[in-house]
Each structure stands twice: as structure tokens, then as C-alpha cells.
């Protein structure tokens, strides 16, 4: 794949507009092709279709006709993917519809990704656990950043991160929001909590609102941040004691569970401490 496609900082309009990659057959750049020579894409980010909004795109299309042409590319000869437009493809197979018009398009695995992604994410049409797998998706497949994503999809960074962290969840409690059974404001409350899908059947069974997780959650959270104190060895004081007097600085000595190694830890208040410790380590 080239250096251009390795990135995603390239915005709808750009990954669709370019001429060049149209195989054109009449002088309107659409075909009409077998619906049956139409599949779907493998890498489409929605997988979730809700009949009842199909079943009404059904409705207009028997009405009015396909307004708008389903984006493609070719497979083989007589075979094609869908870009764009896998809504209307699905209605139109329920509508009874025999042929589609079509854009034919020349494009990377990455651009269709992409394409499939902002389309979804324009429109709204994704639930959140798909639009955390597509993003998790694109930047581990593309090579990219999180700045080429945010200029991808014009999201912020801390929104996409926090779609990303939903996949720390249990896969149940995924379920439950592409369910819509839990909301994106209590997913994100459960994050980092041990019981989690224990809290997430709570939300459901008593209607919890989101305010009441957090704090459930929060409660959850400092419980399972306490660590017990442990008493230090007198003898590890001791030694502290006697090697910050030596060299002027805080310590602090730690030994692992069976003693036979650990680290010494030496605490700075201000630069010049660390530039005199880095000194005198040198010398060493």
C-alpha cells in the first residue's frame, strides 16, 4: 500500500471526487447493474440494519426510485462491492428492486474503510461500539495517528478516545449498548469498575440514570484503589536513614516479595537537585 493511503487525513469529499478513478460508461459516470452482482462490504462498519427504517426506505423506493447512486467498486468482471450506500441496498432488495444505479469506483482497501466510516459517522448511523471498533480498526491498519483520525472524522481526541476505552468492557456489556439497553453515559461509568456487568444488569433492572452509576461507580473505584499499608522493615529504615544523610536526598528503598532485589528511589524538589544528582551519577 503507498505512502498516501497509509494515512487517513483525507476528508470524504476528497476520497470520492477524484475523476480519474471513475470507469466511465455513459457520460453521467452512473451504471446500472444487477442488484445480484452487489454485495455488501466485508469491512462495513454498521452491522446493525433496524428492520423498521428499512422497511420505510422500502416503502420510498417503490415510491420513488433509488434518488441517489450506491458507490462501488469492481471485484471481478461481473461482481461488485458497495462503498457507500449499504442502506439503500438492503431496502432495495425488500422493495424488490432488479437493478441499482451505481458509481464505480478505483479505491484501497483503506479508502473504502475510510469512506464506509465517515459516511456512517456523517449520518449518524452508527452505534457507539461500532464506531469504537472502526476507529480501533483504522488506526491499527492504516499505520496512523490520532491526529490523521481526528482530521479523518473531525472528532475530537478526547472523544475518540473515549469510544476507544467502551472496548475495555466486557463483551456482554457491549451487547447491552448496541442493545440500547445502556446508555453511552453509563458505559462510560463502568469503565475500570471490577463488577462491572454485575452494575450494568443493576442500570437495566432498577432504570438507573447515569448520575447514579457514576457515583456507584466512583464508590467502586476508591474501594478497589485502597492498598493496604505495609509496615517497612526497620532495618530498610535504617538504611534509608543513613544513605539520605550521605547524599543529601530523600530515599526511599524497596525490596521485592522474596528480598532478593528491589530499587532505591532518590526524591528532588527542584532541577538543580536533579542536575547535581546527574552530576555525581556521571562520576560514578
Not at 493511503?5 to 459516470?29: F, I, P, Q, Y
Not at 496512523?144 to 478516545?161: A, E, P
Not at 464508590?219 to 485502597?226: D, F, G
Request: proline content about 2%; aromatic content about 2%.
Amino acid at each position: 500500500m503507498n505512502n498516501e493511503n497509509n494515512k487517513l487525513g483525507r476528508g470524504l469529499a476528497s476520497l470520492l471526487s477524484s475523476r480519474k478513478d471513475v470507469e466511465k460508461t455513459d457520460s453521467s459516470n452512473i451504471n446500472i447493474v444487477p442488484i445480484t452482482s452487489i454485495r455488501s462490504n466485508k469491512n462495513q462498519p454498521r452491522k446493525n440494519f433496524k428492520e423498521q427504517e428499512l422497511e420505510e426506505l422500502a416503502k420510498s423506493i417503490k415510491s420513488k426510485g433509488i434518488l441517489q447512486p450506491i458507490i462501488v467498486r469492481k471485484t471481478n468482471q461481473d461482481s461488485y462491492e458497495i462503498v457507500a450506500g449499504e442502506r439503500r441496498w438492503r431496502a432495495a432488495q425488500i422493495a424488490g428492486v432488479h437493478d441499482l444505479p451505481v458509481v464505480i469506483k478505483n479505491i484501497s482497501d483503506l479508502e473504502v474503510m475510510q469512506i464506509a466510516l465517515i459516511e456512517n459517522i456523517q449520518r449518524e448511523n452508527l452505534n457507539p461500539v461500532e464506531e469504537a471498533k472502526a476507529y480501533k480498526v483504522l488506526l491499527k491498519q492504516s499505520n496512523s495517528n490520532y491526529n490523521d483520525l481526528i482530521s479523518l472524522v473531525s472528532k475530537s481526541r478526547s472523544h475518540i478516545s473515549n469510544m476507544i476505552r467502551l472496548l475495555d468492557l466486557d463483551e456482554e456489556i457491549l451487547k447491552l449498548i448496541e442493545q440500547e439497553k445502556i446508555s453511552m453515559g453509563h458505559a462510560r461509568a463502568l469503565i475500570g469498575v471490577p463488577n462491572a456487568l454485575e452494575l450494568a444488569n443493576e442500570i437495566i433492572d432498577k432504570k438507573l440514570s447515569v448520575r447514579e452509576v457514576e457515583k456507584t461507580s466512583a464508590q467502586h473505584k476508591k474501594r478497589n484503589n485502597k492498598k493496604p499499608k505495609l509496615t517497612k522493615d526497620a532495618n530498610i529504615v535504617d538504611l534509608e536513614k543513613e544513605l539520605s544523610e550521605k547524599i543529601g536526598l530523600k530515599t526511599s528503598i524497596h525490596f521485592n516479595q522474596e528480598g532478593s532485589s528491589g530499587s532505591i528511589t532518590l526524591y528532588y524538589s527542584d532541577l538543580d537537585q536533579l542536575d547535581d544528582i546527574m552530576k555525581r551519577l556521571k562520576k560514578v
